[in-house]
C-alpha cells in the first residue's frame, strides 16, 4: 500500500509530535523540546489551550463552513468589532484567509484595484531585498530572496525592490547611525520616480523585518519618512504583520512603534496562534470604500471561515485578558538581555537584535570585520540542530539583507513563557552554540 506524507522534514526520520502544553512540546518517544520558535513564530498563546480549543468546538458543532458569498455571522462580525480596537488601520475592514500567503495574495489584489477604481494603472509593487512575503506566485514576487524566486522564474515582472533597513550592516554607512531612515526613505522615492509617475501602487514591508533577516528593527525615522515619501507619490502602504502581529514585538502590531497607519495590513500566524489556518487581509475605510464600489473580484473557498473567525477570537481575547502584549514586551527584553549577557563576548555573535519576544542572533566568521562564515559551513543549520539535540526549538533565519549570505537565529517562544523558561532557553541555546 502507498500513502505518504509529503515529508517538509529535512533530516531523515523526523520525530513523531505527540502533544505539547504552553511552551513545551513532547514527542511520542517522550523527549521534551522547549518550542521557542513558537514553531514557525506561529504560537502566541501557548500550546494546549483549552479556551480555545473549547470555542473551535462550540462554532464546528453550530456551523463549521458557510459560504462568505452567502452568510455573514455574529462570530464573523463580532471578531470584526474586536479587531478593529486593537488594529493599526483607520476604519479597519477585515478579510479573513487561511494563512500569510492568501493575505499578502489578497492585500496585492487590493492596492491593484485600490488604483484601477480611482481611475489609474499603476500595476507596480515595491518590496525589500531580503524580504519574505510568502510561498504563492505574487507573495514571492514581492519577496527578495533570490534562492528562493530562482527556481521558479520568469517572474510576473510587476515587482522591484528597494533596500531593508539593516543597522548591524547598514546600506547607507555614510549616514548611519543618525539620518539612515530618511536616507532609505530617499532611495525608496528615488525608485518610485525611476519606475515612473504613476506606475507603483504599493510599498509592501513588515515594520519589523522577520524571517528572512532576523528581527532587523529599522531607525526610528524609517518608517515616517517612508510613510511620507509614500503618501506624496500616492503610493499604498503595505504593512506585513504576518509574523510581527498579535503581540509579537511587545506591541499589538509592529506599525504600533512608530505610529505607522498603514492603508493595508496582513497578518497570520498569531493570529490564531496556529490553532487554525488564519490569515488577515486587512483594509482602511478609504480602501475598502474605493474597491467595494467598484466590485472586488476575489475570494477563496475558505475565506471567512467561521471556525476561522472562532478562533481568532478566542486567542484576541486570551491575549488581551492575560495581558500577552505586555508580557512580550517585558519577557522579551530578558531574553534580549540574557543572551547578550551569556552569548554577547562569543567570538561568533555578532549581534543580538529584536524587540518584544522576536529575537534574532547573528553569527559571524569574524567579529571586528562583520565578515559572516561561508555558507557551506551551514552555521545556522548547525546551530539549530544542536539546540534541537538539547530539546530546544529554534528558528533558522538565513540570509541576510543581501538576500543571500548570513547566519542567523530566531527566538519566538509563546507569549505564555514564563521567566524560567526565558533562562531555561538561553542556557541551552548558549550550549548549542
Ligand atoms: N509574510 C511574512 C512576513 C511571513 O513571515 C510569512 C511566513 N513566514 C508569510 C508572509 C507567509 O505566511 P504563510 O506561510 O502563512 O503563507
Redesign the pocket.
Known amino acids: 500500500m502507498s500513502g505518504h506524507v509529503f515529508s517538509r522534514a529535512t533530516a531523515a526520520g523526523p520525530p513523531r509530535v505527540s502533544h505539547a502544553r504552553g511552551v513545551q512540546m513532547f514527542d511520542e518517544e517522550g523527549r521534551r523540546y522547549l518550542d521557542a520558535a513558537g514553531g514557525?513564530i506561529v504560537v502566541g498563546v501557548g500550546h494546549g489551550r483549552g479556551e480555545v480549543v473549547a470555542a473551535m468546538a462550540e462554532q464546528a458543532g453550530a456551523v463549521a463552513y458557510a459560504h462568505g458569498s452567502v452568510f455573514t455571522s455574529e462570530v464573523l462580525e463580532t471578531y470584526a468589532l474586536e479587531l478593529a480596537e486593537v488594529l493599526p488601520v483607520d476604519d479597519p475592514r477585515v478579510y479573513p484567509v487561511s494563512?500569510?500567503?492568501?493575505a499578502?495574495e489578497t492585500a496585492l489584489k487590493m492596492a491593484r484595484a485600490y488604483h484601477l477604481a480611482r481611475g489609474e494603472d499603476r500595476s507596480v509593487v515595491i518590496g525589500r531585498v531580503g524580504a519574505?512575503?510568502?510561498?504563492s506566485r505574487g507573495?514571492l514576487d514581492v519577496s527578495g530572496r533570490p534562492s528562493l524566486r530562482r527556481p521558479y522564474e520568469p517572474w510576473l515582472g510587476h515587482a522591484r525592490h528597494t533596500s531593508t533597513p539593516y543597522e548591524y550592516r547598514c546600506p547607507f554607512p555614510d549616514s548611519h547611525p543618525v539620518g539612515c531612515g530618511a536616507r532609505q526613505a530617499e532611495a525608496l522615492e528615488e525608485l518610485i520616480t525611476s519606475v515612473g509617475p504613476g506606475q507603483v501602487a504599493a510599498f509592501i514591508a513588515?515594520p519589523v523585518a522577520?524571517?528572512a533577516l532576523g528581527a532587523c528593527v529599522p531607525p526610528d525615522d524609517y518608517w515616517p519618512a517612508v510613510a511620507e515619501v509614500c503618501r506624496r507619490h500616492g503610493v499604498l502602504v503595505i504593512a506585513?504583520e504576518?509574523?510581527t502581529g498579535f503581540g509579537r514585538t511587545g506591541a499589538w502590531f509592529g506599525s504600533d512603534h512608530w505610529g505607522l497607519r498603514p492603508d493595508l495590513l496582513?497578518a497570520?500566524?498569531g493570529a490564531s496562534s496556529g490553532y487554525w489556518p488564519l490569515?488577515l487581509a486587512v483594509a482602511s475605510g478609504p480602501v475598502h470604500e474605493a474597491i467595494s464600489t467598484a466590485g472586488f473580484v476575489h475570494g477563496f473557498t475558505h475565506s471567512h471561515h467561521q471556525v476561522g473567525a472562532a478562533t481568532g477570537l478566542a486567542v484576541l481575547r486570551r491575549l488581551r485578558e492575560e495581558r500577552l502584549v505586555e508580557a512580550s514586551a517585558d519577557r522579551g527584553a530578558q531574553l534580549a538581555a540574557e543572551i547578550v549577557r551569556s552569548l554577547g563576548a562569543h567570538p561568533n555573535v555578532g549581534d543580538v537584535r529584536g524587540r518584544g519576544l522576536l529575537v534574532g542572533v547573528e553569527f559571524v566568521a569574524d567579529r571586528e570585520s562583520r565578515e559572516p562564515f561561508d555558507r557551506s559551513l551551514r552555521v545556522t543549520e548547525r546551530v539549530v540542530a544542536a539546540a534541537r539535540e538539547l530539546g530546544l526549538l529554534v528558528y533558522s533565519s538565513t540570509g541576510c539583507a543581501d538576500g543571500s549570505r548570513g547566519d542567523l537565529v530566531l527566538l519566538g517562544p509563546p507569549l505564555v513563557v514564563t521567566s524560567e523558561e526565558v533562562t531555561e532557553i538561553v542556557d541551552l541555546l548558549t550550549r548549542a552554540v
Do not use: L
Open positions: 514557525a494563512g500569510g500567503s492568501e499578502v519574505y512575503h510568502g510561498n507573495a513588515e522577520g524571517a506585513d504576518v509574523m496582513t497570520g500566524k490569515g
